[in-house]
């Protein structure tokens, strides 16, 4: 079983912060580019943010540039999404996704990107 299992999620007060972790079994998440995507109710999903499989390389959507924060441990077989000045808006069951194409950061950051695996996701709730 491929699995991608994401944590971290919860209910936080408006400017704080969480983190989020996306862990994969099964196979080895090093030689995957990751992407984080959000849904909140009543809205389309978006890409949220994505990684190249070294780290070196990364992509934000506009509404969390400078917020968010994206990384990985490979060696933990973990991604992360640091999310600090959380607001409202950002409420969202947040998924993360794996792709072993070869792509760019740029290219992959979309929400119709064929990625080979997803998470089910967790629920990120700003409010006071």
């Known amino acids: 079983q491929l699995q991608l299992v994401e944590s971290g999620g919860g209910l936080v007060q408006p400017g704080g912060s969480l983190r989020l972790s996306c862990a994969a079994s099964?196979?080895?998440?090093?030689?995957?580019?990751i992407g984080w995507f959000r849904q909140a109710p009543g809205k389309e999903r978006e890409a949220v943010s994505c990684i190249s499989r070294s780290g070196g390389s990364t992509n934000y959507a506009d509404s969390v540039k400078g917020r968010f924060t994206i990384s990985r441990d490979n060696a933990k077989n973990t991604v992360y999404l640091q999310m600090t000045s959380l607001k409202p808006e950002d409420t969202a069951l947040y998924y993360c996704a794996a792709t072993g194409r070869f792509t760019t950061v740029q290219a992959m950051c979309v929400m119709t990107y064929p990625y080979d695996y997803w998470g089910q996701g967790t629920q990120v709730t700003v409010s006071s």
């Open positions: 099964g196979f080895t998440l090093d030689y995957y580019k």
